[in-house]
């Protein structure tokens, strides 16, 4: 009773505010005192020309205009000889009378009448201003002959399929009032012209002309010609070019839903999207479904667009959704296109099937690869109901099936594997619910490195497929980077500025030394224009006076010793045993030892074998 109360004292409030502000409205409404009016003479005209204007503005309310009133022209120029520049002040009772003559177009003799506008200000009880715009029009009719051919084209179908027929029509309407004789329509599109004997006053015809499209869009432009009245010069009316495309289908359609399962009397969203990349647009379009029979129609699907409905429907149990869409278009004929089945599951929160899988590896790094790693799966059945069939994989390789779990138990499932790259490893357990939906659990992700010879982990190779027997690793990460090469990226740009650096300074001392020997060289020859040269150069035998002089300055010269003595020289030096560093092509070779040669890497190809059979434990 109290809320009851509440909500009539409410309405009450409403109705009394409505009033109260229909009541400040019909206050702050502004009345119009100014009384407008307009006469030409004459009424009438067979063709454009002059008429004679009389208009009267008048004031016939009890207060004087604070404002005054201003005349504008048909073509919305202000009458300079209207009052003062075309503004009169209007008080209580006055009136304002102006006559002149305005020259009448032929639009206005085809709209028959002429408009005059005054504009002024009016204040609201409020005291603000009300912009007013005022029309006052004289009628004008035409009596003359006027010879008018209006044309309208149709193109039917709007978008050719290739190989069909398009059909252009024109229709022909006398919209003068002289009739019009020996009309001829030339259309781009067809050799040949279409003729109209004659067309009254108000009459109107069709004319129509049709053509195969090929392999490319057709563009219709017409030319019509005709004879108004007794004239026997004929006039001209041409046509704009329109495009007839080809048809272009680009339609598809996807059945899609927010979830993959909803509870039992819970509501599931169905979406149906259209993606138009064709030039057809498809209308009064209507989609069934296989079960649910129809759940869409009247849809619009415009040309390059993309339409997506959504409809919502109550589940008591897996459904799956198959929708067929009828579609009539714009080229006249009407299509269909099926979606794909899309499966909507159906859960009883009391009956959820909810498994957990942990994953643990020994070791969980190696020291290089091919390796040897078991790993160890805990599976636990946290759920309500008893899980049965549960099957394992690892990727897409079948790993065991596990037959039954009761509630809360726990399996482990133990494999020895031989791995053959580190990478990201983990375990899929696919069962199904009482209610027949299939449902899978993954395992945490483990991570399996190389070590370095530093002691840290290798990352895992990237961009490696691994065969499919037996147990294959996935989501094998990207390869992280080297620190020592990060190191080497930072300290690049440095090392690039001191290289820099160091060329310049050896440019620098290149060019120094370069000029420094050019002034030796200069020295030096400055040097040799000063020596005594010999007239004789001989090398090889010198002569005896030169000979006999310089054994008088240095003595008896140290003997000569012949090639032959020098080589019986060589030839009692003991002989070097130098087979044992030579290999047999006869070059030095440098070997290192087994202690020194690095340890031999695995194959870069992955691969996982069995070595040892599972063991299962509870």
Sequence with gaps: MTFARKMIKFAGLLLMTALLFGMCTQALAVTDPVEFTIQVTPDSLTAPGDVQVSLRVANTGDRDLTDPVTLYDPAGNV????????????PAGAFKTWEGTWKVTEDQLDQGKVAYTLKYYLEDESGELVAINSTADAPVK?????ADLTV????????????KQVTVTYELYNSGNVPLSDIRVKEEISRNAEKVDA?????KKTVT????????DLISKATITYKAGEDKKATTEDIGEQTIPLAKPGLSIELASPTTGVNIGEAARLQVTFVNNGNITYSNVSVKDVNKGEIITNLTIPAGATVTEEKE???????????????PNNTGDTSSLTSDELVVGVYDPQKQLILSLNLESNPQTVEKTPADVRFTLTVTNNSNIKAEDVVITHGGTYITTIDEMDVGEIKKIVRDVTISQPGIFRFTATAKDTMNNEVSFSSNDKKIEVERLTGTAEAAPTNTPLPPKPVKPTNVPVQPVDPWLTQAKSVLPYALYGVGGLFAVLFVLFAVSTVMRAKNKNKSKAAYDH??????????EPADADTQEIREE??????VRSLQENEELFQAQPPVDMSAQMNPEGAYRISRSADEMPAEQGEKRSAVQFVQSPEEEE
């Design 79 to 90: 009458v300079a000889s209207f009052g003062d520049g075309g503004s009169v002040m209007l």
């Design 142 to 146: 035409f009596t003359g002959e006027k």
């Design 152 to 163: 309208k084209r149709t193109v039917s179908p709007e978008v050719v399929r290739s190989g």
């Design 199 to 203: 067309l009254q006053p108000g009459e």
């Design 209 to 216: 002309f049709t053509s195969k499209i090929g392999n490319a």
């Design 313 to 327: 429907f109550i589940l008591t149990e897996k459904t799956t959704f198959k929708v067929t869409a009828t579609l």
């Design 531 to 540: 020596l005594e040269l010999s007239e004789r150069r001989d090398y090889t």
């Design 554 to 559: 240095w003595g008896e010269l140290p003997p």
